[in-house]
């Protein structure tokens, strides 16, 4: 069965109120989770990640860095810039904790067998944050800190990492370059931010750059013909998602034309994959999208498929 983790204290990330990255996209999911499919699945709320789980990807300075900018939040009552459009408020730091604890926690609970799916209702997302760097809306990487809390926690030996954001996910890629146990398949928009993301990469490092205007053909075609092989050799012990939902053709940041029935297709590849290669076991983790509208139908239409236990 799927399972839902999350927690309210990713809503109190506050990035300022023209920003993108919202806490409205989360209570949309939310309250599209409240449908009546969805009232089986069994709620979550994850505690924080602590410092041992979060440096096992992110260095020390970083951690210092980012609790010092919301120390100085806190004190002067604003947000506090780490860059262009990477904002911290009073409660970001609560919430990026609680995001990366509840990859962990989803982690746990799927390689202890209590459940084969889980998603993570999370933000501030995660795939742009690099092992030294905070970036892109992304504090800390929580798909990476779940990828190696499974690695080093629990020994397993091979962890594939799938990223569907329409944003290419650099700091994921980092991570993954120097991890010879995790392979990292993801398509994206190309060229867009971050500017990542080409054919040329790591040897466990699999891009699919799409051209904008690209549409659920070219995407599909990418995932059966250029991305979902790789996991047929490497035979994955559990899969990990980047979902991030703004591939959609309604969404503001970008220019792919994925439809519902596209992130519907995902779902049903990817458990179906799950199923044959790894015991079904799939943690997906919100990334990006950023259209609201696009949010309430296209998590319950890539999450539907996973309920089917
Ligand atoms: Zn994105």
Known sequence: MLRLYTNDACLLHQPGPSHPESPARL?????????????????????????????????????????????????????????????LGRGSLDAALCAAGAVVAAVDAILRG????????????????TP???????????????????????QVERVAILDFDVHHGNG???????EPRAIYLSSHQSPLYPGSGKLDAPPNVFNAPLPPGSDGRALRDAWTLHLLPHLETFRP???????????????????????????????????????????????????????LSALA???????????VD
Not at 114 to 129: D, I, K, L, M, T
């Open 132 to 154: 030294n760097e905070p970036m892109g809306f992304c504090l800390f990487n929580n798909i990476a800190i779940g990828a190696a809390h499974a690695l080093i926690k629990h």
């Open 237 to 291: 012990q559990i899969l990990l998602v980047s979902a991030g939902f703004d591939a959609h053709r309604l969404d503001p940041l970008a220019d792919l034309n994925l439809d519902d029935a596209d992130y519907a297709w995902l779902g049903t590849e990817i458990a179906a994959t799950a199923d044959r290669l790894c015991r079904g076991r799939v943690v997906s983790v919100l990334e990006g999208g950023y259209s």
């Open 297 to 307: 139908r296209a998590v319950p239409a890539y999450l539907t498929p996973q309920l």
């Open 27 to 87: 209570r949309a999911i939310l309250q599209a989770l409240d449908h009546h499919r969805f009232t089986q699945v069994e709620r979550i709320d994850a505690g924080p990640a602590d410092d041992e789980q979060l440096l096992r990807v992110h260095g020390p300075a970083q951690l210092a860095r980012i609790r010092a900018a919301a120390s100085e939040s806190e004190s002067r009552g604003t947000t506090v810039s780490l860059d262009a459009d990477t904002m």
């Open 114 to 129: 209590e459940c084969r799916r889980a998603f993570c209702a999370v933000r501030p997302p995660g795939h742009h944050a």
């Open 172 to 178: 994921t890629q980092d991570y993954v370059a120097r």
